[in-house]
């Protein structure tokens, strides 16, 4: 069988992309990617994607209508396909065994069972998530998923040890010879294929939470987080990548496919295994709170009633995507204290950024919550008449602001938070701001009563 047609089921941050370069590099493979969801696939079909990719739009526009396909019609795209892709989602489990770790597999079980409803004669299914057929874990990073996809440091494909499994393997491995080279591309059992995805980001978490915890130290002693990880990331055996301090890490992957991992060794009876890999959401999870204590801390120890502006809501730069954003956290720490929020985001949805505030893990009081949030779609109208700004998202705009005009428009003292060492400190504190961010003592420390202190004047 030679692979003239593949079929995508989920259209969203993963199969969106993938598929779409699919079908750029494999010109005579028809890729149709179909998705339940009816307005999912009208943006797919329109000019606004619904995801924000750099690259994606030059990428769809040169394959859609060629061997690109959109469709709800999910049980004629199974039936015509060669190859099926199962890219639906995978959350964090909210309810029952493993509630807040497993994966919910719900979504992929939808997928099989249509699959197996639909399908006649032979198909080789392909798992794109994270979960046990063929597994081909997913490396992209969102902002940078186009690239990814294209110059991949591997491809990884895992199948069964039997005859059939192999052939499925190889077919596979041709799909993706159509631009990565052979070497690049590593065929394993399924669970090696599985484990390695979860242990891939393991790792970069766990660097993150690594750095992380040092920047605590750094805040307590006077060193500076950037400096020991330029000093730590030159030893060519560590590496610099992934070290960058921030207000903690987000996205749809690092802490599902860790709590998953934290499922499966308990499960296995191997609960050192499972603590050592919580440790890395835990400090993450302390990071985000830190930094939110440091805020409120520093604005007098009271947010009440304050104006405060968040810029930046994505979970990183150049993706409208804002799963487990340290943004979430921060605002939602700053609301239950009273604060009045003022977010600008160049990427992410205003109604997105109110799901994500008035959900109910997050809240019990979603109209409050409405009533004191004001989206922004300009960040100089998102600052004017603030106390403070915080930044969660290292948006290169944010960068180049003018940060004198922000200045003369804000209460004072005015007080800016670098949640990601992105802004000229030096520069910020000339023009006068109270300027506070991660790893680096900026500021004077507030006066602390030291009774019977050595130092005691
Ligand atoms: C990640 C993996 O990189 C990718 O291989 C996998 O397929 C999916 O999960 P993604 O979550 O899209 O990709 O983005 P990534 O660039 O890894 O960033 C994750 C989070 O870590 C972001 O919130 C980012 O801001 C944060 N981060 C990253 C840091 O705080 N410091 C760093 O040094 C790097
Ligand atoms: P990811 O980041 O893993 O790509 P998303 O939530 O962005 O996750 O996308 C998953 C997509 O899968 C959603 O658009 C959802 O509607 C779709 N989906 C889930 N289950 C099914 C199903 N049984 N059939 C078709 N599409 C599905």
């Not at 939808?110 to 874990?137: C, F, H, Q, Y």
């Not at 009440?304 to 730069?317: H, V």
């Not at 921060?330 to 008035?358: F, M, R």
């Not at 989206?375 to 290292?394: K, V």
Request: glycine content about 6%; some cysteine.
């Amino acid at each position: 069988m030679v692979i003239k047609k593949i079929c995508c089921i989920g259209a969203g941050y993963v199969g969106g992309p993938t598929c779409s370069v699919m079908a750029l590099k494999c010109p005579h493979i028809t890729v149709t990617v179909v998705d339940k969801s009816k307005d999912r696939i009208a943006q797919w079909n329109s000019d606004k994607l619904p995801i924000y990719e750099p690259g994606l739009d030059e990428v769809v526009a040169e394959c859609r209508g060629r061997n690109l396909f959109f469709s709800t019609d999910i049980e004629t795209a199974i039936k015509e396909a060669d190859l099926i892709f199962i890219s639906v989602n995978t959350p964090t489990k909210t309810f029952g065994n493993g509630k807040g770790r497993a994966a919910d597999l719900k979504y992929v079980e939808g997928a099989a069972r249509m699959i197996a409803e639909m399908a006649s004669g032979d198909k080789i299914v392909v798992e794109k998530s994270t979960v046990p057929i063929l597994s081909n874990p997913e490396f992209l990073a969102e902002g940078t998923a186009i690239d990814d996809l294209l110059k991949a440091d591997r491809v990884l494909i895992g199948g069964e040890d039997t005859p059939e499994g192999h052939a499925a393997v190889e077919k596979l491995c041709w799909v993706y010879e159509h631009w990565i080279s052979r070497c690049n591309i590593i065929t394993t059992n399924t669970w090696s294929s599985e484990l390695s995805k979860l242990a891939a980001n393991a790792f970069l978490a766990q660097r993150i939470s690594s750095i992380n915890s040092l920047s605590a130290v750094c805040e307590a002693t006077g060193a500076d987080i950037s400096e020991v990880a330029r000093a730590v990331g030159l030893d060519s055996r560590i590496g610099s990548k992934f070290l960058q301090a921030s207000v903690g890490f987000g996205g749809s992957c690092f802490q599902k496919d860790i709590l998953n991992l934290v499922y499966i060794c308990e499960c296995l009876n191997l609960p050192e295994v499972a603590a050592y890999w919580q440790q890395v959401i835990d400090m993450n999870e302390y990071q985000k709170s830190r930094f939110s204590a440091k805020v409120i801390e520093s604005l007098f120890n009271t947010v009440s009633d304050k104006q405060i502006t968040i810029l930046g809501f994505a979970f990183k730069k150049d993706t409208g995507d804002t799963r487990e954003s340290p943004a979430i956290h921060v605002a939602t720490t700053l609301l239950d204290e009273g604060a009045k929020l003022h977010i600008y985001d160049p990427k992410v949805e205003p109604s997105q950024i109110i799901d994500d505030l008035t959900h109910l893990s997050v809240t019990e009081e979603p109209e409050n919550v409405k009533n004191s949030v004001t989206i922004h779609s300009d960040p100089y109208a998102a600052t004017m008449g603030t106390h403070a700004i915080i930044l969660c998202t290292e948006w290169d705009e944010f960068v180049m602001l003018d940060y004198e005009r922000i200045y003369k428009g804000m209460m004072k003292p005015a007080h800016i938070f670098d949640g990601r060492k992105i802004l000229d400190h030096d520069r910020l504190i000339k023009i006068g701001f109270q300027v506070q961010t991660i790893g680096k003592r900026l500021a004077r420390p507030l006066l602390t009563r030291m009774w019977g202190s050595p130092h005691q004047a």
